[in-house]
C-alpha cells in the first residue's frame, strides 16, 4: 500500500497577556500608526515571564492531540519549529517530549525563522511516507520572540507576538500532503537576527549590555 501523510487534528494556543497598539502607541509615538496601517495587525499577546517556548509548544500540541483523539504516548515524533528555542542546546522538543509524557517519540527541532512550522509538516510527510513503523507525528511551530526583543526601546516589537499551533499527522491510503518546495536567499542573514550567544560571537557581558543578545538589525 502507497502511504501518505494526511492531517487528523490541529491546535493551537494564544498566551493570556494582551499589548495593545494604544501601549505601544503611547510609548513609541506615530511609527505605530504607520506599522498598523501596513499591517493591520491591532494587539499581540505574549507569554507570562516565566514561560518558555517548551511550555506555549505543549498547550497546542495537547489541543491537537485532543482533536486527533490521539495520547501523547502513541506519538512516534515530534517535530518543533522555533527560532525561539528554550537553550541553544539541548533541544526544545525534548523538553516538549518530556513535558507531554511523550515516552516513546523521537524528537528534533526545526529552526528556518518563519518557515520553521511548514517545513515541519513536510519533514513529517515525507517520514510518514517512507517509515511503516510510523503512525503518528506531532509537528508543532512556537514562537516566543517577545522574550528576546527590547520590548522598551525597540518599537519593531510590534511585530512580536508569542503563540503556538500543532498538527497530528499519520498514514493514509489517500493522497494527504501533495508536495513542497524550498527556497531560501542566504545573503539576507545579516539584516536581522540575535548576533550573540552562537559559536560567532558567543555571549559575554559586554555584548548583553550592549543588547546583542536580544533580536534586532545589527549593530
Not at 511609527?31 to 496601517?37: L, N, R
Not at 517535530?79 to 525561539?84: C, H, I, K, Q
Not at 539541548?90 to 517545513?119: E, M, N
Request: hydrophobic share 40%; glycine share 10%; with cysteine.
Amino acid at each position: 500500500m502507497t502511504r501518505y501523510a494526511t492531517i487528523i487534528g490541529t491546535g493551537r494556543y494564544l498566551p493570556p497577556i494582551e499589548r495593545t497598539n494604544d501601549e505601544m502607541r503611547a510609548k513609541f509615538g506615530e511609527v505605530i500608526d504607520k506599522f498598523e496601517a501596513a499591517t493591520g495587525i491591532k494587539r499581540r499577546f505574549l507569554a507570562p515571564p516565566d514561560w518558555a517556548t517548551s511550555d506555549l509548544a505543549v498547550e497546542a500540541a495537547k489541543d491537537a492531540l485532543q482533536d486527533a483523539g490521539v495520547r501523547a504516548e502513541q506519538l512516534d515524533m515530534i517535530l518543533l519549529g522555533t527560532d525561539s528555542p528554550d537553550y541553544i542546546t539541548p533541544a526544545t522538543s525534548v523538553v516538549v517530549q518530556h513535558k507531554l509524557g511523550a515516552t516513546k517519540a523521537g524528537t528534533f527541532d526545526i529552526g528556518c525563522a518563519c518557515a520553521s512550522f511548514p517545513t515541519g509538516l513536510v519533514q513529517a510527510a515525507g517520514m510518514i511516507a517512507t517509515n511503516p513503523h510510523m503512525k503518528y507525528i506531532l509537528v508543532i511551530g512556537a514562537y516566543m520572540m517577545s522574550k528576546l526583543s527590547d520590548k522598551e526601546n525597540d518599537p519593531v516589537s510590534f511585530y512580536y507576538g508569542d503563540g503556538a499551533g500543532a498538527a497530528v499527522l499519520t498514514a493514509s491510503d489517500k493522497p494527504g500532503f501533495v508536495t513542497s518546495t524550498f527556497f531560501a536567499d542566504g545573503s539576507y542573514h545579516p539584516n536581522w537576527g540575535i548576533y550573540a550567544g552562537g559559536t560567532f560571537e558567543p555571549a559575554t557581558p559586554e555584548n548583553a549590555q550592549a543588547g546583542k543578545t536580544q533580536v534586532r538589525r545589527p549593530f
